[in-house]
């Protein structure tokens, strides 16, 4: 499913999705992969709005988003994530991801549980499904 919609998705789409992955994600890391590949599970999944600029601009989703005045996708982030490489990185970590579609940082660490909240990078996020 992500891999069809991955193939699906606009450059307008890969721009939103860099826009989040900027915001939440650790610079350079496997970590901008998986902030993506939990966009994506949210496009996918019935619990959200199904396009990434309704998953990105969505009320109080996505703090940097929705504190930040209007900014500019970084064009590299934009093409490394819509490369072919970038695109099968971001299907590999959603696989990783099983379907999480939600994602909390570094100053949450305490909360994380190490065995059910996966991580991709040591200085990323952790994720976790919505309902924990």
């Avoid at 999944?45 to 988003?65: C, K």
């Avoid at 590299?76 to 940082?105: A, C, E, M, P, Y």
């Amino acid at each position: 499913m992500i891999l069809e919609l991955l193939m699906s998705l606009s450059l307008n789409d890969y721009r939103d999705l860099a826009k989040a992955v900027q915001v939440g994600a650790a610079p350079n890391t496997a970590d901008e992969y998986c902030v993506a590949a939990s966009i994506l599970n949210r496009v996918v999944s019935d619990r959200f709005p199904n396009t990434v600029s309704e998953v990105v601009y969505a009320p109080m989703q996505y703090e940097g988003i929705y504190t930040s005045k209007a900014f500019v996708a970084n064009p590299r982030l934009v093409n490394k994530l819509n490369s072919v490489q970038g695109r099968n990185n971001i299907l590999l970590w959603s696989q990783v991801l099983d379907g999480r579609t939600d994602f909390k940082g570094q100053s949450m660490l305490r909360y994380r549980v190490a065995t059910e909240d996966p991580m991709c990078h040591p200085k990323g996020n952790f994720y976790h499904y919505y309902w924990q």
